[in-house]
């Protein structure tokens, strides 16, 4: 008897052992708090990029609309300017034939003469502000040479067909030149970067920088720009032509906005 009571407590024990080894270790309180926690932590991440993404998709999807607005007014500029140049067209064509319509007689062909200056002197009052004062001398002296017959009808055609040909030309052309312009109600000599007949950007000797905006009533103002971003985008452009670059991507201020 006393044997077979020690076989049964060495069976038992042998199955409690056994039990302890095969047996998963007990789960630690703290562990699984800690495990709640990480996965908390990953939820709130995954929460934070996914309110990032849709924040970044709203800004991309304004942009594009903004972009979008912008070459629409840039479209409407282009068929403006386009139109212009094809009246400036126009007026040289009836130059060129109001002169052999009368090449035998110059009295005849002043009024047109004058009539088509006119025409023309109107659209640079009126337009692209670069060197105005400039142009308007070089169209009055033509005018003051004709009315007091200083110079041949005849040969005031050719001179009038030259400067139209310059303003056609004018929208053609990328480059830097100087002009003086009404910045804050006072006149500054400045760098412009002249691109066509669309923009305008300058740059002042005290680190100012802006474009020529037009208004609703047609006007041209000078204006500088708000932003750091802007006056470094101005300044890479004029970079650019300085080293004699006249093709590339810029990005650039919208003055047409």
Known sequence: MQNHLTKCHALLAGLLVASGIFSAPPVNASSLENMAKSLAKIRGEVETLQTQLDIEKEKHANQITALSSQLADLSVEER??????????????????????????????KPVLLKALAHYKHYVLGGYPFRIEDRIKAIEMLEDNIERQLVDPNKAVNQAWALIEDEIRLSKENGLYQQAISLDGEKVLADIAKIGTVFLFFQTRDNRAGMAKPSKDGQWKFETVATANDTERITRLFDALKKQIRQGYFELPNPLK
């Open 80 to 109: 403006r300017q386009k139109t212009a140049i094809e009246k400036l067209e126009h007026t040289l064509e009836k130059l060129s034939q109001a002169s052999k319509q009368a090449e035998q007689s110059g009295e005849q062909l």
